[in-house]
């Protein structure tokens, strides 16, 4: 399976500030997610990152908020705008190799927003 | 739509213990995939098993075992002999791909393992 790598690994922010998480896979992907996992809580898709168009977001996430770029097939970034302690999760990236097959994550971004 | 439910929030279990994780599903399509991870303290989730709904055989790998029935719309996962190292929060999802390749998670059932 591909080898995903996420940076920063965890980071605490200031509200109002806004952070962009990098996701890098080490081989060429058709699909590529990302997803939120609030504290004690299951993982929420936030969005499909599209290469070369826009993502497409899940009911409740809107671009505005969660800007998301896919440049290549191999790299995606999120930002998490205008911060606020409500923000703080886990952010993972996911990937599937082929459209519809098994999707492998990334380590995961630990956010605390303070 | 589709929905996952691990009914089982949290489990507690002795070393050695056999401990079956109960994974219910509901979706109004014939063709889907189920499947488990495991997420351990240090967050990343870590792929287990996938399985195809034309695919009713369980499996084995090692301590884990998957059964996987259409009729009750559930697929459990059974850990013999647990370890420590087996404690972690495991997820079951499912995909549809009519949805999207979207995948829809349980909540997830964290599983203690006490020496």
Redesign the interface.
């Known amino acids: 399976s591909a080898v995903i790598s996420q940076k920063p690994s965890r980071d605490i922010c200031q509200r109002g500030t806004s952070l962009t998480i990098q996701c890098q896979v080490d081989s060429q992907v058709t699909m590529m997610f990302w997803y939120r996992q609030q504290p004690g809580q299951s993982l929420t898709l936030i969005a499909t990152a599209n290469q070369g168009s826009e993502a497409t977001y899940e009911s409740g996430f809107v671009i505005d908020k969660f800007p998301i770029s896919r440049p290549n097939l191999t790299f995606s970034t999120l930002t998490v705008s205008n911060m606020s302690p409500e923000d703080s999760s886990i952010y993972l990236c996911s990937v599937e190799e082929t459209a519809g097959e098994t999707q492998y994550f990334g380590p995961g971004t630990r956010l605390l927003v303070l | 739509a589709q929905k996952v439910t691990q009914a089982q929030t949290e489990i507690s279990v002795v070393e050695k213990e056999d401990v079956t994780l109960d994974c219910v599903y509901e979706t109004r399509d014939t063709t889907y ?1 189920l ?1 488990w ?1 495991k997420q351990p303290p ?6 287990l098993i ?1 399985r195809n709904s034309f695919d009713e055989q369980n499996e084995i790998s090692g301590r884990y075992s998957w059964n996987f029935q259409k009729s009750t719309s559930s697929f459990n996962f059974t850990i013999t002999a647990s370890q420590v190292v087996d404690s972690a929060v495991y ?1 079951c999802a499912l ?1 549809n ?1 009519n949805a ?4 829809t ?4 059932t964290r599983l203690m393992v006490k020496p």
């Open positions: 995939y499947f991870y240090s967050g990343e989730l870590v792929f996938r997820f995909m791909n999207g390749n979207m995948l998670f349980g909540g997830g």
